[in-house]
């Protein structure tokens, strides 16, 4: 998994002016609060994520890291991926664990942070069109998603799903 050198770890540090434990402690704390109230900050931990995730020398992430990465940052107190009729997340491991067996490449990985928060504004997937330029694991996880909810199509017939 994810390595840093010990000059990254101490400059990293030196950047925040986190020089004792104690001042270490409440930078982390302030991390916390803004990956719940900051989306900029959440997008970068989120991108910055999949390097940390993956095996040393290895392009992609295995799927049960990443699902357990998954359940990290999508579930409170930072990202709640669940809207009022759908349990997102639930639903996204559910169908990964039964119908996905291949790691999670880098463009899996982010294009799945901008459909988390898409789902998040619109959780009727209005937005949604099998035309996009979506990784094939998340057009067949749409599928996947209107079948759970027994739609025919999204929002009237706009969404068509094979």
């Given at each position: 998994m994810g390595e840093f050198s010990r000059e990254g770890f101490i400059q990293g540090w030196k950047t925040y002016s986190a020089d004792?434990?104690?001042?270490?402690q409440a930078t982390?704390?302030?991390?916390?609060?803004?990956?719940?109230?900051?989306p900029d900050f959440f997008k970068r931990v989120?991108?910055?994520?999949?390097?940390?995730?993956?095996?040393?020398g290895q392009k992609s992430v295995q799927l049960d890291t990443a699902i357990e990465?998954?359940?990290l940052l999508f579930t409170s107190p930072n990202i709640s991926?669940?809207?009022?009729s759908t349990p997102w997340l639930e639903w996204w491991i559910e169908y990964l664990e039964a119908r996905w067996k291949k790691s999670v490449n880098k463009d899996m990985w982010d294009q799945t942070g901008i459909f988390v928060a898409k789902s998040l504004q619109d959780e009727s997937l209005s937005w949604w069109s099998e035309d996009?330029?979506?990784?094939?694991v998340l057009d067949e996880f749409v599928?996947?998603?209107?079948?759970?909810?027994?739609e025919k199509g999204g929002e009237g017939e706009k969404?068509?799903?094979e």
């Open positions: 004792t434990l104690a001042k270490q982390i704390s302030q991390f916390r609060r803004q990956l719940s109230t900051s989120y991108k910055h994520t999949f390097l940390i995730a993956r095996t040393s990465y998954w359940r991926w669940s809207t009022q996009g330029a979506w990784p094939g599928g996947f998603v209107v079948e759970k909810r027994g969404m068509e799903v």
